[in-house]
């Protein structure tokens, strides 16, 4: 089996800063993409960012410049620095991971989501 947990989210004031932790954990032979989506009340799912093995990104237009991806491969873990933060962030944020697992079968794989809240 493989899971991944997230950790990070909260309540924050606009203009600040958090930090997202997504950790994949179980059956992996090897991650290909890890990324994070997220969905706001009453509207669809939407992409936030993505980063490969090799560390190649991808950052959705209404983040860019305020939020950075990373990944440390030994630790299976992605990263989401999100800075400058807009009450239209709050959403809950989920973390992805298309990997393959020890039967050699690629698929993707979701965490549970944790809520971030911009508020004053």
């Known amino acids: 089996q493989v899971h991944l947990v997230e950790s990070g989210g909260g309540l924050v004031q606009p203009g600040g800063s958090l930090r997202l932790s997504c950790r994949a954990s179980g059956t992996i032979f090897s991650i290909d993409y890890m990324g994070w989506y997220r969905q706001a009340p009453g509207k669809e799912r939407d992409f936030v960012a993505t980063?490969?093995?090799?560390?190649?990104?991808d950052i959705a237009e209404p983040v860019k410049g305020r939020f950075t991806i990373s990944r440390d491969n030994v630790k299976s873990t992605v990263y989401l620095q999100m800075d400058n933060l807009k009450p239209a962030d709050t959403a809950v944020y989920s973390c992805?991971?298309?990997?393959?697992?020890?039967?050699?079968?690629?698929?993707?794989?979701w965490g549970q989501g944790t809520q971030v809240t911009v508020s004053s």
């Open positions: 992805y991971a298309l990997l393959e697992d020890y039967g050699r079968r690629t698929k993707d794989y």
């Open positions: 980063i490969s093995s090799d560390g190649s990104t």
